[in-house]
């Protein structure tokens, strides 16, 4: 058993300028997919673009978006967001708080 | 692309007494994983035991705790708890309030 807390857990800066916590990654021995927090502050986004594998997000913070190639929606809190493999996604934080959601992906991928 | 909302998401009950909502399952295509939302009412534990699956959780609402074979640790808003394939765990909530927290699990499995 691990266990650890958001507060406790260094956070790395993106290349767009956001914030991701690994919570139960690699490290730890986790057999199959990795567990991170994201937080976009105000008025910024993730890099646009698709890559071979999935997303599965729970918003936790704040308010959002997320794009598609040919949608668009809003998020909130209690929100969960299921982007497929190589499926182009963008999300931003267009409101005045910070943006924060869990996204799980499988392990390996983004380091 | 999926999205959906605890708020939107039919519930089950378990054998517990406890509440789970299947946000991101297999019936969407998800390649990998699947994500719930569970939550334990005031006074309630989930059901003792182990199985060749992992969990990785992340803990919402309230406040609750996790016992180990060996161990027992206070769970709170903003904590990740992994719990390896085969290890014995138990959820509990000691508190007053609804105990929630996400937990994922490869796909497939517990239904």
Known sequence: MYITNVDKTPF???KS????????GKEIGVPNYEMRY????????????SHPW??????????GM??????????TVGDAV??????????INNGEKPFGF??????????
Chains 1, 2 share one sequence.
């Not at 598609?68 to 809003?74: D, I, L, P, R, V």
């Open 82 to 91: 299921y982007i497929a493999p190589n499926e182009y996604h963008q999300f």
């Open 38 to 49: 994201f937080e976009i502050p105000p008025g910024n986004k993730t890099s646009p673009g």
């Open 17 to 24: 300028g956001n914030k991701i916590w690994w919570l139960l």
């Open 102 to 111: 869990i996204c799980v992906i499988p392990k390996g991928y983004e380091r």
């Open 66 to 75: 997320v794009k598609g190639s040919n949608e668009e929606h809003t998020l």
């Open 54 to 63: 999935e997303h599965e997000v729970f918003v936790i913070k704040g308010k």
């Open 12 to 14: 790395n800066k993106t």
